[in-house]
């Protein structure tokens, strides 16, 4: 069995410590030692260099991109998207990003795809779709009789339009056949969408009880959009696992998530795009309006959530801001209520607990996954982080980086 030596680095073990000079061993995927003065067969020369645990983004859209506004994706092929799909999957793993949550719009065959090596990209947990209510954030209705081309169903991909306590009984139902780990839900209205408002809450709670109750029963979690005070009271109240975005969250929301251990996944780098947005002619006048002087609420509710205690998962809702950002995250996170310790523990350590795989994923210690992340200087200088991501592993194959030597030692390998 070979030894990969990771040597001559710090590590940051993912469990809050400040980093310290260590030596990883990975033998067949796993790590088997972190020591001082460590042997093996095959070295990484991490002098220089800090390790860090596969990052991961719990809220990330890998079958979306930026530029897929309405319009072009109403005139292209159905199968186009499919195909952009691996280039996001690159751009997210060369960030060190090893693992994420699709929070919507990617299918159980991609999960697939990456698992059995047709693709090079992160391990993935899909939402597939997201339930909403009729008028809801993922209701594809247009004012003009017309469909959104957005999340079209097909073949292992329902709508997600549900209402009533029997229909979301049957639509959670119909998205776990599909093949989803986890149940995406909104729980307030959205931005992205013409015909609702974020701050209203969404489903009853009669209703987001049953879509909890009926998970629970399949052996999900569930994941709620809310904006609105209303729509995070009410999803927490009905036992979700996290509430994405929280823009609205105040005091009292706060101290129900820390008294019912709700994680917060609070999306800051969406917000890096509310600008530009709401001026961009490609979306429709009600989008538009919704982000017009919206400012970085999220900022406050961060900052609220690190000072109730809250626990916190990094995620980015990518690509509201383009595939590529998502490293903006922890910058955000370090600025508003965070120390840069606490922002890498939201990506690495407490984010695996949120996704259930923490006793496999999340930090540089013996037994676990080997996702290992080589960063040059320092790994609490977020501002330019991205662009000193020399390595990345995953289940201890190199993945991404751009040290030359390693390019062809390695690509033929990663394919597989
Ligand atoms: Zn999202």
Redesign the pocket.
Known sequence: MTRILFAGGSVFDGTGADPAPADVVVEDGRIVEVAPGLDGDEVVDCSGTTLLPGLFDC?V?LAARYDDDELSVAHRPFSYGFFLIPENLRITLALGITTVRD??GADAGLRRAIEDGVLVGPRVQVAITMLSQTGGHNDPWLPSGAVSPDWLPYPGFPSGVCDGVEGVRTKVREVVRAGADVIKIASSGGFFSPADDPSHPHFTQDELDEIVRTAADLGRWVMA?AHGTVGIERAVRAGVRSI?HGTYLDERTAAMMVERGTWLVP?LTAGDTTETLASDPKLAPEIRAKFAGLGRPEFDAMRLAAEAGVKVAMGT?CP?APHGWNLNELRHMAANGFTPQQALHAATLSAAELMGLERELGSLEAGKRADVVVVEGDPFAFDDLKDRIREVWKDGVRVAGRAADAEGRDAGRAAR
């Open positions: 809220h859209h929070a919507g959009h994405e999306t809702d509201v």
